[in-house]
């Protein structure tokens, strides 16, 4: 699913990312993926997954792993559903960031208009409960330790720091 993608300066591909090229970046190696994804609903499930394995070669698996799946899957569903409209001309672009202590970076930008974040009414105010939507930013700000949402809000940065049991945290013991 990922095509090629820049990955410090050598062209990967999902497939050679068993052998990494790594870059130095604030003193922590780091590789990244890059994809263009079509506007269709469909092509969120196996995505995620094959990110979320590219995910676990950096992070030991635990509860924060599921948090960036959600987060993850809740973005490229704004993306194709209200930023692209699934229109199938519009594009999502995701790029995922990975550093070797186990920080994951993950940003996905739309073509369309964007919106005001502030503007989302609160889904657990008591007036939003039984909604059946307009829970996917609440998640994405709960689930992630860092969310900032630029270009109009078409374009959102998603950071989980490193776990416990990265490798740095594994050698520094």
């Given amino acids: ?68 799946e959600l987060a993850l899957r809740e973005a490229l569903a704004n993306a194709i559903v209200h930023g692209n409209c699934q229109d199938p001309h519009k594009r999502v672009y995701l790029r995922c960031r990975c550093t070797t202590d186990g920080e994951v970076s993950i940003t996905v930008s739309d073509e369309g208009h964007g919106f005001n974040p502030d503007e989302i009414p609160n889904p657990i105010a008591a007036d939003n409960l039984l909604r059946t939507h307009g829970r996917g930013i609440y998640l994405i700000r709960t689930l992630m330790d860092e969310v900032d949402f630029q270009q109009g809000g078409s374009v959102v940065h998603m950071c989980k720091r490193a776990n416990a049991g990265s490798d740095t945290s594994r050698k520094s013991q």
């Fill in 1 to 68: 699913m990922f095509e090629e993608t820049e990955v410090a300066g050598e062209s990967k591909n999902l497939a050679q990312v068993g052998a990494p090229v790594m870059q130095a970046c604030r003193s922590v190696s780091f590789i990244e993926l890059r994809n263009t994804l079509p506007s269709h609903i469909d092509i969120i499930s196996p995505v995620v997954d094959q990110l979320m394995c590219f995910i676990s070669r950096y992070r030991v698996t635990d509860e924060d792993n599921f948090e960036i």
